[in-house]
T-cell receptor
Framework: GQQLNQSPQSMFIQEGEDVSMNCTSSSIFNTWLWYKQDPGEGPVLLIA?????ELTSNGRLTAQFGITRKDSFLNISASIPSDVGIYFC???????????FGTGTRLKVLA | DTGVSQNPRHKITKRGQNVTFRCDPISEHNRLYWYRQTLGQGPEFLTY????????KSRLLSDRFSAERPKGSFSTLEIQRTEQGDSAMYLCASSLGLRAMNTEAFFGQGTRLTVV
């Protein structure tokens, strides 16, 4: 089946640094979603992208829908301790309405 | 509306027992999804409903699992004869499905199942 690969798998950064992570697929998608998940909680939607090339911001977060429609990027600027968590990309599986999820990027922020 | 609500938040059960989880989606959302998540993994799709119709089931959903959404509102997920391998976080999500467009899905807080 279709898979979404995220990189890096984990990151340790200093507070105040910028972070960049990405999600790639061998298939073309029409939607990219980015979620953040804290331990023991459900994923929380951060940004949704619907158009190739689209660049969308949500506060310190910026995400882009790759022009090839096979990838997406999430950037976090000026990281703070509460940015700690696991970030997942997700997309709409072609031909159905189910979402498939990436493998996740674990972010740790050192104060 | 406060978002997707799942109950219970935690469930500990003995192997072989049946368990049932409930999900109340965002009120105007017509699509409802169930996912399972194990430690260190992303959510894995189990099944989804469009209104009351169950439109797709994953191969992960063995015959011990059954999901319903009887009136197109809340949904239940039942696991019969639980096994230790069923221990996981069970997540529910809902979305406002528009024709020819798949809008974003919002998740509940999940039900953590532990089978002992």
């Amino acid at each position: 089946g279709q898979q979404l690969n995220q990189s890096p798998q984990s990151m340790f950064i200093q507070e105040g640094e910028d972070v960049s992570m990405n999600c790639t697929s061998s298939s073309i998608f029409n939607t990219w979603l980015w979620y953040k998940q804290d331990p023991g909680e459900g994923p929380v939607l951060l940004i949704a992208l619907y158009k190739a090339g689209e660049l969308t911001s949500n506060g310190r977060l910026t995400a882009q829908f790759g022009i090839t429609r096979k990838d997406s990027f999430l950037n976090i600027s000026a990281s703070i301790p509460s940015d700690v968590g696991i970030y997942f990309c997700a997309s709409h599986d072609s031909g159905t309405y189910k979402y498939i999820f990436g493998t996740g990027t674990r972010l740790k922020v050192l104060a | 509306d406060t978002g997707v609500s799942q109950n219970p938040r935690h469930k500990i059960t003995k192997r072989g027992q049946n368990v049932t989880f409930r999900c109340d989606p965002i009120s105007e959302h017509n699509r409802l999804y169930w996912y399972r998540q194990t430690l260190g993994q992303g959510p894995e799709f189990l099944t989804y409903f469009q209104n009351e119709a169950q439109l797709e089931k994953s191969r992960l959903l063995s015959d011990r699992f059954s999901a319903e959404r009887p009136k197109g509102s809340f949904s239940t997920l039942e696991i019969q004869r639980t096994e230790q391998g069923d221990s996981a976080m069970y997540l529910c999500a809902s979305s406002l499905g528009l024709r020819a467009m798949n809008t974003e899905a919002f998740f509940g807080q999940g039900t953590r199942l532990t089978v002992v």
